[in-house]
Structures are given as C-alpha cells and as structure tokens.
DNA sequence: GCGACAG
DNA sequence: ATCTTGTCGC
C-alpha cells in the first residue's frame, strides 16, 4: 500500500504535469463510491433513439473531447467538441480523472441526453469495477458501454474465429465482458458494460454496431472527427 | 520484490 | 495518447 500513498502530484512533476495533490487512496474511495451506483440491466439495441461516440486527443498540453451523435441507423447526428488544458496525468486505472472533465464538457452542450454512450476504454472491466464508461455513465446516469483496444483487467480465452467471442472474467471468475474478434486478423477488443447495461447487451449492442471495421461505429467516428480537428487547427 | 498496466 | 514513412502481408 506504500505505493498507493504516493501523491498524484510527484507522478505529475515527473510527467511535467499539473495536477491537484491528491492521493490514490481518496481516488480509489470515490471509485469505490461511484461503483456502488452502477446499475447492470438489459439494453435494448431496438429502444434506442440516438447514440453517442465518445474519443479525446490531445495537443502538447490540452485535450481535445469529442462527441458523435448517431441515431438508430447509424447516421451522423451532430458532432460536439471542447478543448481545455488537462490537469490530470495518465494513470492506467485512474483515466476517468484526466478525460471524463472535457467529456463532460462536450455533453453539457447536448440539450438532451443520448440514450447510449459508448467509450474508448473500459466499462466494469477495471480493478474496482468503474472504468471510465462506468464513471461517466454514473455522472451522467445514462447507459454506456466501455470498448477498448486492449485489456486493463480480467482474463479470457482468445477468440479464433471472426465473430467469436470469449467471455472476460475477474478473479472471482464472475463475467464482466468480453473479448470479441470484430474483423478478420485484428486484435479483438473488449467489450464491458459500463451503466444501466449488463455484459450480454453489450456484446449484443456492439455487435450491431459494427459496420465493417474493427471498431464500433460511434467510437470509429468519434476518434476519427477527433484528429480530423485536431489536424485543422 | 516483480510484473501488469484502458488512453 | 503521441512521435512518424514506408512497408510486409492478407
């Protein structure tokens, strides 16, 4: 426990950063508090009216949050961003605290809530159970679903198959995603719920949202408006 | 003490 | 995430 008494800020001295002097332990305690609200339930993929994408780069020392609204079909809504200087280093198990601020930002421009959220990371599929889907999909108290490029927590067999996927466990062996081969010779990615959304309706949801690529649709778009912007600037 | 470690 | 062009393979 010795490490985790380290303080946020001399990570951030070495990582040139700015952050607030908190330490890992009162991190930990608000997402352990947060974690204790997140709610898994069946989605309806067929229920849903607009879903969003959500994906942040950065630039020196500002990030760039985006939002893609996509209804039903998959057309482009609208496209929402905010850039603002990030205080926050990166600490594998702590992103929430250094994107979910200019997230927050891109949606309080939304007059009205999506009825799906999907993220670039993980959903309950982290070490206390709140990746960044979880924590914003609390925050906000709409679905999410977290979609990463790579594993943070949780064990699973590797898919072989195009269209196969293998259920992602934590150390009790209880089911909190799955690792899923979305296109031919890639690396699969894995889906965890993230808010009021079990493991199934994730993967189910997903599924459907995948249109030819790797990624799904929302986040695919998301990342890509995301340096597109980036570049026009 | 060592390894793991989303974006 | 980001720094970066071409290139090997399906």
Partial sequence: MQVMKRKVADIDRITNGCSEA?????????QNKLREKVELNFLDFDELETIAGIDVSYIDEEALGIVVLL?????????LSHRERVNFPYIPGFLAFREAP????????????????????????????LGIASHVGVLLG???????????????????????????RNERGEKIGYCYMSKPKTKPIIISPGHKCDADSALSIVKR?????????????AHYYSQKLKSGI
């Fill in 209 to 221: 949202l995948i249109k030819g690529y790797k990624l799904p649709e929302p986040v695919r778009l």
């Fill in 102 to 129: 200019v997230i927050l930002k891109c949606f309080e421009q939304l007059e009205k809530l999506p009825d799906l959220a999907v993220f670039d990371g993980q959903g309950i599929a982290h070490p206390r159970g």
């Fill in 22 to 30: 908190f330490e890992f332990s009162d991190l930990m305690d608000v």
């Fill in 71 to 79: 209804d039903r079909e998959l057309n482009l809504i609208q496209v």
């Fill in 142 to 168: 709409i679905p999410t679903i977290g979609v990463a490029k790579s594993r943070l927590h949780g064990y699973c067999e590797q898919p072989k198959q195009v269209g196969e996927a293998t259920v992602l």
